[in-house]
């Protein structure tokens, strides 16, 4: 009982710490530490650091490091070549301003699903949805939630072959690939984006009848806030898009052509612990996105302003939320180590003994929503309870595919609590507070995918992964 409590006490004030603004990779290991003290552990506490915490995050990084990394540039070659703007501006001028929320979550969507970061596509998209809802008319403080739709549900959680690193962590856990359940990630991304476009319509259309209008803002230092995230000068629409294009087409190339095709046996024979059937969605992803960045810097070259310095910031850019992700997941090694981990674990894996889906989804929901990061809490969860899972899916008939996609939808609901760190990171770019914008933010990147999960759970239940 007193190691259950510790657990408790340290996850409560590792959310508390985080929600503060400390960074998780101070407090992961000392919560750990306190978790391992609090269990009277503390003649382990070192042995436990340096074995269990260190390995679990080493081992976090060997796995899923390129996938940081080559986001991360994409994201920013996307950025600086000017193909992300080109895209943001195209779409503008197709549908205007009168159809503004629409175009700002196509946007975003459309650049998220191509695989540039969350981040890059807010300080892109914010100054053209600034202007856009200024003309409408709509309030700015729907500006936050409009660009959370597009860019952190159903592009990021339920489409198949999405390249975001919470539709990779999965695959070496379950042995699948970003392709997982194609058809229930299309319905349940169908859903997220109509209810959510729903939500913020009928918000601006009350705003509008009580003559709210756009509101008061100092535009102008808003303005040259942005212009220091600006991109290079504009390119050709069909340049813009082939990467885009690269990173799915490539990808889905590889992981149903090209790699299924292949006698891999070799591989197991001189590389013993590597089993190609599990990583190979993973090599398919890191493939995909070479491709993409390579055909971004030779397609700009004689363009780029300064494309040594491009590649720097992308590079450096991917090492803090991976070693934020791999203390998380050194965290919850630690924590499944301890006695009072067994307690929890059995409670959460009971919670419905005939269906581990929906036992899978209250977890990564919990944990998402504790850590206040997607792929933390999915790593810590799958760390912890994947096999768990895996093997009482097998037992009852249920596909990895689907195992897949719920986890991965699932760690989309609660992550996008107040002390989230891409919520805070939105606000601040958007220079609104929580007060203003938190419920409207909430509501699209929470409602709406719980009920496109329990959609999800449901068809799955009933017809199995399609």
């Not at 978790?35 to 976090?60: C, E, H, N, Q, R």
């Not at 962590?169 to 392709?179: D, E, K, Q, S």
């Not at 919990?366 to 810590?380: E, K, P, Q, W």
């Amino acid at each position: 009982m007193a190691s259950t409590l510790a657990i408790v006490l340290s996850l409560i004030l590792l959310m508390y710490l985080a929600y503060r603004g400390i960074t998780v990779l101070l407090l992961a290991p000392l919560m750990a530490a306190l978790a391992v003290l609090l269990s009277g552990d503390v003649g382990f506490l070192l042995p436990i650091y340096t074995d269990t915490f260190m390995k679990a995050l080493g081992g976090y990084v060997m796995q899923f490091l390129p996938i940081f990394l080559l986001g991360a540039l994409f994201g920013r070659l996307m950025a600086d070549s000017g193909a992300a703007e080109t895209i943001s501006r195209w779409i503008v001028n197709k549908l205007g301003q009168k159809h503004a929320i629409v175009t700002v979550v196509l946007a975003c969507g459309i650049l998220t699903y191509g695989g540039v970061s969350l981040f890059v596509v807010a300080f892109a998209i914010y100054p053209i949805a600034r202007d856009l809802f200024q003309a409408a008319e709509i309030p700015k403080r729907l500006i936050p939630a409009t660009i959370a739709l597009g860019s952190f549900t159903f592009t990021m959680t339920a489409l198949p072959g999405t390249p975001a690193i919470q539709n990779a962590i999965p695959i070496p856990y379950y042995g699948t690939n970003v392709f997982a359940a194609p058809g229930l990630g299309i319905i349940a991304g169908l859903i997220m984006m109509g209810l959510g476009l729903w939500w913020l319509h009928s918000r601006a259309n009350k705003a509008a009848l009580a003559g709210e209008g756009y509101g008061q803002h100092d535009e102008a230092e808003e303005a040259r806030a942005a212009e220091t995230h600006g991109s290079a000068s504009l390119m050709p629409l069909t340049l813009a898009v082939l990467p885009l294009i690269l990173v799915v087409g490539v990808n889905a190339l590889f992981t149903y052509i090209v790699f299924p095709g292949l006698d891999m046996s070799f591989i197991s024979e001189r590389f013993p612990n590597v089993d190609p059937g599990k990583i190979a969605g993973l090599w398919a992803l890191i493939i995909a996105l070479v491709v993409a960045c390579a055909t971004l810097i030779v397609s700009r070259l004689g363009h780029w302003k300064d494309l040594a310095g491009t590649v720097n910031k992308g590079v450096f850019g991917f090492m803090l939320p991976l070693f934020n992700t791999a203390s998380e997941v050194g965290y919850g090694a630690v924590i499944a180590g301890l006695a009072g981990f067994a307690i929890i674990r059995d409670a959460v894996l009971n919670v419905t003994p005939g269906n581990p889906l929906i036992s899978e989804a209250i977890a990564m929901n919990v944990l998402a929503g504790i850590t206040g990061s997607s792929s933390g809490g999915l790593s810590i969860a799958l760390q912890t309870l994947g096999a768990d899972y895996l093997r009482m899916a097998q037992e009852v008939g249920i596909s990895p595919e689907l195992l897949h996609r719920v986890a991965v939808m699932s760690a989309g609901g609660f992550d996008t609590l107040p002390h989230c760190g891409a919520i805070i990171t939105l606000l601040s770019i958007c220079r609104l507070t929580h007060r203003q914008s938190y419920l409207n933010i909430a509501a699209v990147t929470m409602g709406g995918p719980f009920v496109a999960l329990v959609a999800v759970i449901t068809l799955g239940t009933i017809f199995g992964s399609f």
